[in-house]
């Protein structure tokens, strides 16, 4: 699902996102409610019509957002958490009420209960503290009024302690949600923490839900959590490795600062049929990039959100196949080939 945290996919016009294959979009409660403000958005017909958007639409609640920039929290309790906005400085209040009657205004298809989202290593009270509040909270938030027809999705916390996790996917499951996401990982612990828990507490989630890993979007991670059960996932890093000229492709990355890329006359991916690489050489993107052209960083972002939809696809046809782990292994080996041949980018 890609990223359009103020109402916009960074540097893709939303024709440009639906012909490169996206279905559902995301979007951020924390942001939409300073800048324009959930007012003017449903004065204005909602999400949907705001952004030009006719596809689902997911609104994350703001949690990450607020416990993410810890430094700006004044106060967090039992009724909610107050913080300071990131763009005036002035006070602000988020309880579970208000975030639910923040995304039913938004009018999204989807929205997420607002969650305690700890750093990785803290103390273990603290931990079990988020996970309280954030059971607690989905309860309220499960009580509140929604848009007609909005999904509402659970999140478990509990880090990567098998115990604390365990009880949040239980207390999280029992409230019967539309869907389930596993929070709290892919925040700064290791990778190989990170999937041992995913092993098990996606199995663990509620079956025929949809399952969400919020936060991961490089190639390797994307397989890996479908591999254990996870249906759903999201990332700005293909807009954002774009903004900062770099591609993904099939060779893996390619940083187009390079010099190596300065007469390069193939297109970023042979295989890829986005705008970027059917009309464009690796040369002339490096020339875009190299003079902030912002038509480079345009196509740069395109043609890595088109890559990892093409990704996806072909992970979705690969297990309607029955052969997802042979389709895993061929493109993680043709990723690692292709990486320990690289260059260090300059």
Not at 29 to 52: C, N, V, W
Not at 261 to 271: I, T
Not at 315 to 326: K, N, S, V, Y
Request: net charge negative; charged share 25%; hydrophobic share 40%.
């Amino acid at each position: 699902m890609p990223v359009g945290t103020k109402a916009t996919v960074k540097g893709l016009h939303p024709d440009r996102l639906r012909a490169a294959g996206a279905s559902v979009v995301l979007a951020n409660t924390y942001h939409l409610f300073f800048k324009p403000g959930a007012d003017t958005i449903e004065a204005l017909g909602g999400l949907h019509r705001f952004m030009g958007w006719d596809g689902p639409i997911l609104t994350d609640s703001g949690g990450f957002q607020v416990f993410s920039l810890r430094h700006t929290i004044t106060q967090a309790d039992a009724e909610g958490v107050t913080f300071r906005s990131v763009y005036d400085g002035d006070l602000a209040r988020f309880t579970p009420e208000l975030v639910a009657d923040v995304q039913r205004r938004l009018g999204s298809d989807i929205a997420m209960c607002l969650d305690v989202v700890p750093p990785p290593g803290v103390p273990r009270a603290e931990l079990e503290l988020s996970v309280a509040r954030t059971s607690d909270w989905a309860r309220r938030q499960l009580a509140a009024p929604r848009a007609e027809g909005q999904l509402l999705f659970g999140i478990s916390q509990g880090g990567v302690d098998p115990e604390l996790r365990r009880r949040s996917l239980d207390e999280i499951s029992e409230l019967d949600f539309d869907g389930n996401a596993l929070g709290g990982l892919s925040v700064g612990e290791s990778r190989e923490a990170m999937l041992e828990t995913v092993d098990w507490a996606a199995p663990a989630l509620p079956p025929g839900r949809p399952r969400y890993f919020m936060g991961v979007g490089d190639p390797e991670g994307i397989l890996d959590v479908i591999e254990r059960g996870v249906d759903l996932f999201d990332c700005v890093l293909p807009t954002r490795l774009g903004r900062t000229g770099t591609a993904l492709t099939r060779e893996g990355r390619l940083n187009l600062k390079n010099a190596r890329f300065a007469r390069d006359p193939k297109p970023l991916d042979e295989e890829c049929a986005c705008g970027a690489c059917s009309r464009f050489s690796r040369a002339y993107l490096r020339h875009l990039v190299g003079q902030h052209e912002l038509l480079g960083l345009i196509l740069l972002s395109e043609h890595n959100v088109r890559f990892l939809l093409d990704l996806t696809a072909g992970a979705r046809t690969a297990i309607e196949r029955h052969e997802f782990g042979r389709y895993k292994a061929d493109v993680v080996e043709r990723l690692g080939s292709a990486t320990a041949g690289q260059e260090v980018p300059s």
